[in-house]
């Protein structure tokens, strides 16, 4: 395999502000990025990404292709914590399973547009509807992840009928789980009202319904700047990274594979779903990195509220420190060297 | 001057609100420190990966109240604590009485 | 009435971002922008329409039309509260009243941008000086406002001759404002010193002084990326106006129906003036929302100091929860139309 | 290790300098956390309304001082306080005498 | 519900990974306030100049745990709070038993 | 000398702006910019002018001429803190005087960079490898001045022996300073691995690897908005100087007398390094800008670390309210008149 590619993506300023914030945490410099400055740089990514998705999809249009493209989206977030969830249960337990599944059903906005960008650089195209598969893509996982809790945990769940599942004068209570906690009003808001989902959604909404005017006007903002936040970002992205890493060492030499070679197998999946559906190959890059990354924002925020039976460190770890750099430095010209070999 | 219980949990931002709620009902005053991140049995609690409107941080509720208005939101406190997450801790004080 | 000027003001991203805030509130979302960014944008927006209001007057110098409407600025702002304690005081007491009334004399520098990029979206020239009249009309509501209570509260203060207004040993005190609480010196530097017209006022300074090179060396930051910021800003207003809309409910029908009258009669105050002192269409508009608009960034600060009796979250909520929403909605829009109807 | 005195308040931001004042002027030592949010009779209070450089958020100061110390400094505060809102608590906590 | 000691501990941020060691290896559950600013016979130490990553602002940590635990986690902290400066207080406190 | 560079460099909006900061503190305006605003400003400085620096030095690359400059740019940042050390010894400590002498050796960026910006408003060049002798001249300063500590402190750490030196039953320990302290290793992580001086680095190792295009990309982030981010960046410095200026007075006049002499000396020291290796006149100020520039970011926290026994507010008060802006706003036109004079 050509090696350039990957060198080449390397060599540029996000990738390599990424390791600079590897090397501060391995060094141990005092390098910090302190909050919200991470969270205004993902506010504002998220925000750039939805407009600029919508307002190319409204040049589009909704074509069958598109359609084709979105329902695949869908599908496969559905499906990949599915036998996920199956594998994991090997060394895991149900709670822990079920987030880490939803985790790798969903997707990771960093990783796709850093996707793009290495797109961008090599002049190859691809359309504004890929980001509303990246939007369509958070939500399913984490709805599937609470599924596979409630039909797998429904034995303890059943048990645990009490509301308010507490002795009254404080004696032993029984650390229930009460059923109140599935409450799928609950769920249904954490996929889709999620913050990052909402702001996505209604960044690619205002996209579609703005004219060019509104989108001129913004270009400086969510066009020119991107490149550069992005690269920002990256560098906070490498220190809490290298962080994590250690909390990973303790999760063992399963969890290490299975964050390597899931987004591997889901990409190998993806771009076999692009084949099919014959996307183009810039396309079919951004599909194949959505079904290979594993969600860090999102799905975290609604499993602490919905399984907090599940250890965060755990599921955002292994998304963070090992699947994200992975995707970002290796995956991105492997998988596109491999659609290039195919599509050729 | 009179004596006053001082109640403080400490508990998952995500779940602020399951936890006011019952010192709202109870018409408890209180305090409210954010960003807060320790180290528990569940392991450490960071914000560095709180990107986007993720906040997995917690936060540092702080009431003064009486013994009589601690009790029925302890109650009421306890499950949320016991299915999410937290801790809960009352000691002594004197109220400074600013007499309003 | 034309409602296309409406449906064309709402269909631009900062006002359809303001929405996606309302509804992330009103569906449960849990986005939230945490502060300082909300400050940080805030600081942006004074920064750069202080300096570009500079500059501008820089070009055009101080003409007699420019003095008028100066002058007519600073008599609105101090008449305004004026008649609006009184209608207050039909309900509120006196402290309530003086801070509402104080908040609807002064002006929200956000509706004042969002009516200027409209003016900019139709091609409707308007003034710099417009800007010097914004920073010109945040101070003398905050004095007026306090003139009204240290005249109609004056028994009370008079008997609250202690400095120090506490028994000794922790035995009843008397609740006393201290007559010291109205120290001129405070009060002015409340209404002239307080951070956001400091920084409205030093920015209009700096562009006013500031050579063409200068300018442009900033236009990249000031200029292009103003659109972006305010319509990012507007997303957070959104969420702050939603959250403010239930305190709201709370204070009753009077003061919703004031929030929402209150902002029209001004207008239509301020478009008489217009008229009267024949400003061109643009500035005319700039000036009615001036007139319509209420503050949520000086004012509040200034009467938590100075009226301490008065309880923020009124004269807050009703500024942002409603005025402000109405008069960047609905307001800008029919004011113009308006406008256009008589300067014909 | 010796007994001293733990004294708290919660105030809002605009007035911390009013409430240092006597705290200073008796040489106390003390730490201020900011930005802390909360809920009393006066209502909310938040910072999401906090723009430009307006803060309405609450501060939380704490003190640990002597017995003596602390008397003369409550006297001078407690006016602050009943004027513009705050609390004021006191409690007890042993020095873990660092002898420097 | 059993009695606990309340470790309070106020230090510069710079020193926070010396003074958790001692803590994480005694296995002690916490919780840690950022930026903390303050005033004590060093001077004030605020962070309106902490630029870039400097951050030269107080943190303040909470620990409640039982009486046991907090000696040999003192006999620790101490050296480290008179080298770097830096305060440390117990108090008594009720856990209210969460029993999960 | 000709007063009008002065006039014309005060008359620019980054250096208004310092004096806006200024008067606000000094006319007790509550205008305040809240961490981590600062912070995020900051980190964009370094972050640009390392990569600007890093791309330039690429097209330049490694000429006899930048090496010699470099080297001299070590030496003097090694050499300034000896000769301060003594001066200061005259009235201070010896751990007082090896920090504040450490501050004088080292160096701040956004002198050198408002020094870049009024070189630029001159059409004068300069090169990129100036930031690259920037970079170098952060870390030698923190080393000398810990070894002068080592050296003149000696014995009473001698003393010290014991590593954890307090009484076990809380008796009187002897506050002593372990020798423990002087571990070589923190001491070179602190000076090389200080997260300024490492994203510093890092921002310019980056930008040297980088290629055109990663460059064209980040350009508008870290060109176009660099002048504004500065120019915002400097409002907040101007009210940090302000605060700071107070506990300067409490210092007496040997320190004032020291933060605005000792600058003027090492620029003239500078000027005279920067003739006799025949720097153009542009690369000469930057070079006498460092040379007589104080550190108020890396040094203070390397040495909160290393000599705990200094006052920080004395010597991050020096260099931030009395050399900091006498350098922007007299030195910068002074230095250049100088050298405008000699090198005609
Ligand atoms: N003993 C303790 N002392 C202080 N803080 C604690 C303690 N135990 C737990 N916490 C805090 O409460 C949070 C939730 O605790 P837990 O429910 O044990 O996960 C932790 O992340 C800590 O910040
Ligand atoms: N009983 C209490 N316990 C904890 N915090 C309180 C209590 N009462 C008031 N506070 C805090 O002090 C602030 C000012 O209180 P007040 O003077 O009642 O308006 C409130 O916003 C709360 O943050
Ligand atoms: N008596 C005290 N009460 C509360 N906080 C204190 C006290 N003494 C010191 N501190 C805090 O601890 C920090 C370090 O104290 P020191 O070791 O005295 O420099 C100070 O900056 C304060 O924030
Ligand atoms: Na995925
Ligand atoms: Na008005
Ligand atoms: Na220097």
Redesign the pocket.
């Known amino acids: 395999m050509n090696s350039s590619l990957i060198l080449s993506n390397v060599l540029n300023p996000p990738i390599l502000f990424f390791f600079i914030g590897l090397a501060a945490v391995f060094l141990k410099s005092d390098l910090e990025i302190p909050q919200p400055i991470p969270k205004l740089f993902s506010l504002y990514l998220l925000f750039a990404i939805g407009f600029k998705g919508g307002h190319e999809l409204h040049e589009s249009g909704l074509t069958p292709e598109i359609a084709v493209t979105l329902l695949a989206a869908i599908i496969v977030a559905a499906v990949v914590p599915i036998y996920s969830f199956f594998i994991l249960r090997l060394k895991l337990d149900i709670y822990n399973s079920a987030a880490i599944a939803a985790t790798y059903g969903s997707i990771s906005a960093v990783t796709f547009v850093t996707a793009s960008t290495f797109l961008t650089r090599l002049n190859v195209e691809f359309g504004g509807h890929m980001v509303a598969a990246l939007a369509l893509m958070e939500s399913p996982a984490i709805i599937v992840g609470l599924l596979l809790v409630r039909i797998f945990a429904n034995r303890r769940a059943a048990d645990d009928s009490t509301p308010d599942g507490s002795a009254p004068d404080g004696s032993a209570p029984d650390g229930s789980t009460p059923k109140a906690a599935f409450s799928w009003s609950e769920v249904l808001r954490e996929s889709f009202l999620n913050g990052s989902v909402f702001l996505l959604m209604g960044s690619l909404l205002v996209g579609l319904v703005t004219r060019d005017q509104g989108w001129k006007s913004l270009q400086p903002f969510t066009g020119e700047m991107f490149y550069g936040i992005l690269t920002f970002f990256l560098l906070d992205m490498g220190l809490v990274a290298a962080r994590r890493f250690q909390d990973l060492r303790k999760g063992g030499s399963f969890l290490i594979g299975f964050s390597i070679l899931m987004p591997v197998v889901n990409a190998l999946i993806g771009i076999w779903i692009a084949a099919l559906i014959q996307m183009s190959a810039g396309n079919a890059l951004l599909f194949t990195v959505l079904c290979a990354s594993a969600s860090y924002i999102a799905v975290p925020a609604a499993m602490r509220m919905t399984v907090p039976e599940a250890n965060p460190s755990l599921y955002i770890s292994m998304a963070l420190a090992l699947t994200f750099p992975f995707n970002i430095i290796i995956g991105i010209p492997v998988y596109f060297q491999i659609i290039q070999h195919f599509w050729r | 001057m009179h004596m006053v219980k001082r109640l403080e949990i400490?508990?998952?931002s995500r779940e602020m609100h399951k936890i006011l709620e019952p010192l709202d009902e109870a018409k408890l005053h209180y305090s409210i420190i954010r960003d807060?991140?320790?180290?528990?049995?569940?392991g450490e609690?960071s914000d560095d990966s709180d990107f986007a409107s993720t906040t997995l941080s917690?936060i540092y509720i702080l009431s003064f109240c009486t013994e009589q208005q601690v009790q029925p939101v302890l109650e009421r406190i306890r499950p949320v604590?016991n299915k999410f997450?937290?801790?809960c801790y009352l000691s002594d004080a004197t109220e400074i009485q600013s007499l309003k």
């Open positions: 400490i508990a998952s807060v991140i320790g180290k528990s049995s569940w609690v917690n604590l997450g937290g801790v």
